[in-house]
T-cell receptor, first 114, second 112 residues
């Protein structure tokens, strides 16, 4: 079955430190992959997406993600975290076919220490 | 500006009552979706619609109903048959060609 897994439920980093959030996918073919961010009580904002081509994808707010087919991963990175990055992050994928159904991971809650 | 409007932001209902959540988009997107979010469970798909007058069940459709009479609107009714309706509900829309979703700001439903 198609699935997206985020192994880390909660991560705490210090402000200014680098960040990597993990995401693994399970699809029959290469899926379209997305990272979203959600502030408390709000909707989801798209950070970046991967469809094909260059495996390193740049997004908004200084985030990037790298698609690694050999590891079935699409990890999100940021070189220096700001306190305003504290939020919940969701990895999601679409497996193609007749519908655009987006399948979400369970999310990673990021806390930023001063 | 184009976007998705969900209303109300907060909703309280007594147990056993049906309640309807509103979702309106002015993005001219063909497809619309309803997700339910619970802590630690991510987002789970309730219903989706790819075209007017047509919709499909998602993974957790029991106790919910929808309609799609207009392209812009996709209301969700939480019925009394839904055993645990208290949750955060998110509506989204997409242009099928772009494979990207736009989300509303959500409705938090509390049933007491």
């Amino acid at each position: 079955a198609q699935s997206v897994t985020q192994p880390d439920i909660h991560i705490t980093v210090s402000e200014g430190a680098s960040l990597e959030l993990r995401c693994n996918y399970s699809y029959g073919a290469t899926p379209y992959l997305f990272w979203y961010v959600q502030s408390p009580g709000q909707g989801l904002q798209l950070l970046l997406k991967y469809f094909s081509g260059d495996t390193l994808v740049q997004g908004i707010k200084g985030f990037e993600a790298e698609f690694k087919r050999s590891q079935s991963s699409f990890n999100l990175r940021k070189p220096s975290v700001h306190w305003s990055d504290a939020a919940e992050y969701f990895c999601a994928g679409i497996g193609g076919g007749a519908t655009n159904k987006l399948i979400f991971g369970t999310g990673t809650l990021l806390a930023v220490q001063p | 500006d184009g976007g998705i409007t969900q209303s109300p932001k907060y909703l309280f209902r007594k147990e056993g009552q049906n309640v309807t959540l509103s979702c309106e988009q002015n993005l001219n997107h063909d497809a619309m979706y309803w997700y339910r979010q619970d802590p630690g469970q991510g987002l789970r798909l309730i219903y989706y619609s790819q075209i007017v007058n047509d919709f499909q069940k998602g993974d957790i459709a029991e106790g919910y109903s929808v309609s799609r009479e207009k392209k812009e609107s996709f209301p969700l009714t939480v019925t009394s048959a839904q055993k645990n309706p208290t949750a955060f509900y998110l509506c989204a829309s997409s242009d099928r060609g772009a494979y990207g979703y736009t989300f509303g700001s959500g409705t938090r439903l509390t049933v007491v």
